[in-house]
C-alpha cells in the first residue's frame, strides 16, 4: 500500500516515514500543500496522511481540491488544532477522518488500517487464498498454518497481490503500490521480490500459489494451470 504523507515539519515527517516504512508501507513525503497536490495528480495513492497546517496551501484547502478534481482517496487529517469547529471543517472538506496532535503512534496505524479497508470496498482483515492466509492486522503470513518468515517489502508485496487475488498484476501498477517514487522502473528489483516469495510461500509446496503470465504481470490463484511456458 503506497501512501502520501504531508507534513512540514522535517524531524515529525521523517519519523512518521519510518514508522509507516517498518510496517510495509511504501511512503512519499510532501512538505507544502502545491507538492502534495502535484504528486496526488501524478500517483495512484491508497491513502493522504495530510497535516492541515501546511505552507502556501493548507490541509483543508488541499482536500477540498483533491475531492473538486475527482479523487476518492482516503485522507486521513493531521493537526494540532482540536477544536470541534476545525474537525467539522475538516470532515467537510472531504476527510475521511481527523486525529488531533499529539497521538500515538498505534492510533494512527489503527486509523490507516481502518481506511485502507475501506478503498476500493471494504476488505477483511484476514485473506485466504487455498492454504496461505494473511492478518493484514498483525501483518503476518501462513501456509497451511506455519508462519512465513517475511521482509516489510516482502510482506508488502504479498499483502497487494492477495487483496487482487485472481488478477493479473503487472509490473507498473506492483510499482505504484507497493514502491515508493525512488522506484526505478529499469531495475529488476520487483522480480527478484517475487522469486523471493516464489521460494517462501510456494517453496516445497505441491500447489504453487505465485504464477507468472508472460509479458502481462503476475497472480496470486489456487485456480487453473500453472506459470505461461
Request: hydrophobic share 40%; with cysteine.
Amino acid at each position: 500500500m503506497r501512501i502520501l504523507l504531508v507534513e512540514d515539519e522535517p524531524d515529525a515527517a521523517r519519523m512518521l516515514a519510518k514508522g509507516l516504512r517498518e510496517e510495509a508501507y511504501a511512503v512519499d513525503v510532501a512538505g507544502d500543500g502545491e507538492r502534495a497536490l502535484e504528486s496526488a495528480f501524478v500517483n495512484d495513492y491508497d491513502l493522504v496522511i495530510l497535516d492541515v497546517m501546511l505552507p502556501g496551501k493548507n490541509g483543508f484547502e488541499v482536500c477540498r481540491e483533491l475531492r473538486a478534481a475527482g479523487s476518492a482517496v482516503p485522507v486521513l487529517m493531521l493537526t494540532a488544532r482540536d477544536a470541534v469547529e476545525d474537525k467539522v471543517e475538516g470532515l467537510d472538506s472531504g476527510a475521511d477522518d481527523y486525529l488531533p496532535k499529539p497521538f500515538d503512534f498505534e492510533e494512527l496505524l489503527a486509523r490507516v488500517r481502518a481506511l485502507l479497508r475501506r478503498k476500493p470496498a471494504l476488505y477483511p482483515e484476514v485473506i485466504g487464498v487455498a492454504d496461505l492466509s494473511i492478518d493484514t492486522r498483525a501483518r503476518r503470513a501462513t501456509r497451511g498454518g506455519r508462519e512465513i518468515d517475511l521482509t516489510a517489502k516482502e510482506y508488502a508485496l504479498l499483502e497487494y497481490l492477495a487483496r487482487r487475488a485472481g488478477e493479473v498484476v503487472g509490473r507498473a501498477d506492483i510499482a505504484e503500490h507497493v514502491w515508493d517514487e525512488s522506484y526505478d522502473p529499469f531495475s529488476k528489483v520487483i522480480d527478484v521480490f517475487i522469486q523471493r516469495l516464489r521460494r517462501k510461500v510456494d517453496g516445497g509446496q505441491r500447489l504453487k500459489l505465485i504464477r507468472t503470465r508472460r509479458g502481462a504481470g503476475y497472480m496470486l490463484t489456487s485456480e487453473g494451470p500453472g506459470d505461461d511456458a
